[in-house]
């Protein structure tokens, strides 16, 4: 994809510049690999949005011939992309992505050193990107036993279930995270629909006595476009957090069958399943100690993996 990123570089073309609620500019960076992998991997493209790791007909219309949508994700399997990151996480780290150096603000990234000789071993780490680009004189974090790391973190969701004030502060948390957020969402879904009523009621207007207003009708049609095409996803985002309460009960039972689903897991699925649960796992080389922050969904994925698990 180097190529690519290489001559919408040369050509000056940037992702989408926006302005969020609160009046902050987000957007219209240069691409990079990552960037442009997103887009090219993106359903909505060819009229289709993506809900819970599954692909639903959307409202909108593609843009994108689904031939060549299709040729684009077969070039990207060919290449290795095709699996995510899960797949390509070829040594187990289980915490790669969420572990993060407290001392630089950066992200910890899964190492590893291959002993010599005869009988050759292999042990991993964790080391601070931020000690990798400017030298470990820069950053207190040193190289973390990824093993160990591993292990204290995923014990530390084991004590949920033990501690009922732990599990209850979890639950609380999650709670008011997730109506923070379904609040937000019914609020943005609320001003798209004023917004794209607005948009109607003008197109209508212009379109019966159009004048020298040709312009204005299209970029109504792009608005109203780019609205309808937001929709569905704020749509599933609201319905996906009004089904995320969770009775202490529930959450209880989940967390005690944890070592049974943990025990079935195979490295990669655990990685996966930590990732459902955590958003941040962070290090703080001065005390020697971590912080886990669990994702407000977090309990939720963790009863869904317990009950197909019991299936």
Same mark, same amino acid.
Do not use: M
């Given at each position: 994809m180097l190529p690519v990123v290489h001559e919408l570089a040369r050509k000056g073309w940037c992702n989408k510049k926006r302005t969020t609620k609160k009046g902050k500019l987000i957007g219209n960076k240069p691409f990079d690999k990552c960037m442009l992998y997103n887009h090219l991997i993106n359903p909505v493209y060819i009229g289709k949005i993506t809900h819970k790791d599954e692909i639903y007909e959307g409202e909108h219309e593609g843009i994108?011939?689904?031939?060549?949508?299709?040729?684009?994700?077969?070039?990207?399997?060919? @290449?290795?992309?095709?699996g995510g990151a899960e797949a390509r996480n070829t040594y187990g780290a289980?915490?790669?992505?969420?572990?993060?150096?407290?001392?630089?603000?950066?992200s910890m990234t899964h190492t590893f050193t291959t002993t010599r000789g005869q009988h050759k071993t292999q042990y991993r780490y964790y080391r601070c990107i931020g000690a990798i680009k400017s030298g470990s004189c820069?950053?207190? %974090?040193? %190289?973390?036993?990824?093993?160990? $790391? !591993?292990?204290?973190?995923?014990? !530390? $969701?084991?004590? $949920?279930?033990?501690?009922?004030a732990l599990l209850k502060q979890v639950l609380d948390e999650s709670q008011i995270k997730i109506e923070h957020e379904l609040k937000a969402m019914q609020t943005e879904r609320g001003d798209l629909n004023k917004e794209l009523n607005r948009h109607h009621r003008e197109l209508k207007r212009l379109v019966t006595d159009p004048g020298d207003s040709t312009d204005r009708i299209a970029e109504l049609h792009?608005?109203?476009a780019e609205g309808e095409r937001c929709l569905p996803g704020i749509n599933a985002r609201i319905a996906e957090l009004e089904q995320e309460a969770i009775s202490p009960s529930e959450a209880c039972a989940a967390f005690e069958s944890f070592d049974t689903l943990?025990? @079935?897991?195979?490295?990669? !699925?655990q990685a996966r399943l930590l990732q459902l649960l955590i958003s941040s796992v962070?290090?703080?080389? !001065?005390?020697?100690?971590?912080s886990v922050t669990f994702r407000p969904t977090s309990i939720r994925a963790l009863v869904g993996k317990s009950t197909k698990e019991a299936a």
């Open positions: 994108i011939d689904p031939e060549v949508f299709e040729r684009v994700q077969e070039l990207l399997r060919a @290449n290795g992309r095709g289980l915490l790669r992505g969420i572990l993060r150096c407290k001392a630089c603000d950066r820069t950053c207190p %974090s040193g %190289s973390l036993p990824a093993a160990e $790391i !591993e292990r204290v973190v995923v014990d !530390e $969701i084991r004590a $949920i279930a033990k501690d009922k792009d608005r109203i943990w025990g @079935n897991l195979i490295p990669r !699925e962070e290090y703080d080389a !001065e005390h020697e100690s971590i």
